[in-house]
């Protein structure tokens, strides 16, 4: 079973530029979720997204932006780059929580590819 | 809100000796506890996880770690060091309504010949 796969592995952007990245959840996962990693400020949560809808976002601002498409995959954009962009971007993949999943079925757990590492000069 | 302190952002031991990462969190609903493990360039991977039930999770390589929620700790324990074990351990929470994980800092775990 293939794990989440994200693209590209690394990249190298200026100030100013724009960057898209992209996840491939594992087959029959259909939430994905988004986090920023820096030696800063550590694992940061960005954003959720669920049937192409974000369910849940975190304290960035508006330059960050994603998306899912019908078939689970996910982008997540940012624009104007800065400096403090720099950072691995971590994807992952789970099964949503809903009523009908029973509690400890394990439905919270995350899995994670291996990232996109940006950086920005 | 959630949040995960962990104490002490690295740990050195002997190969052979026991580890022990330390992990308290804070939830103002019955937690979901997770410790994740990052290898040099790569994402995190799951270690062990608890949601309810028995409180002793064991998890993989031989780690395993205690929910205790009188003292709000999740400690990672593992009876002896192996050099592979080398790695940063991530503790993280997240509430039984959805998936967002909030993390700790991090422990780098260094493992001496």
């Known amino acids: 079973k293939a794990g989440v796969t994200q693209t590209p592995r690394y990249l190298i952007k200026t100030r100013g530029q724009q960057v898209t990245l992209s996840c491939s959840p594992i087959s029959g996962h259909r939430s994905v979720s988004w986090y920023q990693q820096t030696p800063g400020q550590g694992l940061q949560f960005l954003f959720e997204?669920?049937?192409?809808?974000?369910?849940n976002k975190g304290n960035f601002p508006g330059r960050f932006s994603g998306r899912q498409f019908s078939n689970s995959r996910s982008e997540m954009n940012v624009s104007t780059l800065e400096l403090g962009d720099s950072a691995l971007y971590l994807c992952?993949?789970?099964?949503?929580?809903?009523?009908?999943?029973?509690?400890?079925?394990?439905?919270?757990?995350?899995?994670f590819g291996a990232g996109s590492r940006l950086t920005v000069l | 809100a959630q949040s995960v302190t962990q104490l002490g952002s690295h740990v050195s031991v002997s190969e052979g000796a026991l580890v022990l990462l330390r992990c308290n969190y804070s939830s103002s609903v019955p937690p979901y506890l997770f410790w994740y493990v990052q290898y040099p360039n790569q994402g995190l991977q799951l270690l062990l996880k608890?949601?309810?039930?028995?409180?002793l999770v064991k998890g993989i390589n031989g780690f395993e770690a205690e929910f205790k929620k009188s003292e709000t700790s999740f400690h990672l324990t593992k009876p002896s060091a192996h050099m592979s074990d080398a790695a940063e351990y991530f503790c993280a929470v997240s509430s039984a309504l959805g998936s967002r994980l909030t993390f700790g800092e991090g422990t780098q775990l260094t493992v001496n010949p």
């Open positions: 997204y669920f049937s192409e809808t974000q369910r």
């Open positions: 608890y949601t309810t039930g028995a409180t």
């Open positions: 992952a993949s789970s099964l949503p929580n809903t009523k009908d999943r029973p509690q400890g079925s394990g439905a919270n757990v995350l899995t």
